[in-house]
């Protein structure tokens, strides 16, 4: 009987990551466009920069190999910013650059989001 109950939580858990997962992709395709217009990046339409975000979301996977600490770290970030200075055509420089606008505006929809869904300022304190 608490089997079942048990079993149902993680489910539920499981699809609210699923759905977490699924949303942060979209929005980081999106938002990975957008922010390659500045750099005058090449192939932005949504299927390339959808392909790079999946590419990116990847890399985080090697973060799972718990040997190597922030070295590891280093070593994902300079990886997306290669994936995405080699699929878009850029420089280095604008690669970080791309990479950088594009995780300020995340945090800005991030916490237009959580004002929407009426979490507000709570969930930006500590």
Same mark, same amino acid.
């Given at each position: 009987?608490? *089997? /079942?109950?048990?079993?149902?939580?993680?489910?539920?858990?499981?699809?609210?990551? $699923? =759905? &977490?997962?699924?949303?942060?992709?979209?929005?980081? &395709?999106?938002?990975? %466009?957008?922010?390659?217009?500045?750099?005058?990046? /090449?192939? @932005?339409? *949504? %299927?390339?920069?959808?392909?790079?975000?999946?590419?990116?979301?990847?890399?985080?996977?090697?973060?799972?190999?718990?040997?190597?600490g922030i070295f590891l770290f280093c070593i994902? =970030? $300079?990886?997306?910013?290669?994936? $995405?200075?080699? @699929?878009? /055509?850029?420089?280095?420089? %604008?690669?970080?650059?791309?990479?950088?606008?594009?995780?300020?505006? $995340?945090?800005?929809?991030?916490?237009?989001?959580?004002?929407?869904?009426?979490?507000?300022?709570?969930?930006?304190?500590?």
């Amino acid at each position: 009987m608490q *089997l /079942e109950w048990l079993i149902a939580i993680i489910g539920i858990f499981g699809l609210i990551v $699923i =759905i &977490g997962f699924v949303v942060a992709f979209v929005i980081t &395709g999106l938002l990975l %466009g957008v922010a390659l217009g500045p750099v005058n990046g /090449e192939n @932005r339409n *949504l %299927g390339s920069t959808f392909v790079t975000a999946f590419i990116v979301a990847l890399t985080y996977l090697v973060l799972l190999i718990p040997v190597l600490g922030i070295f590891l770290f280093c070593i994902v =970030i $300079i990886l997306q910013w290669y994936v $995405i200075k080699s @699929r878009h /055509e850029l420089g280095w420089g %604008g690669a970080i650059v791309a990479w950088i606008i594009t995780i300020i505006l $995340i945090a800005i929809v991030l916490v237009v989001l959580l004002f929407v869904f009426g979490i507000g300022l709570l969930a930006l304190l500590p």
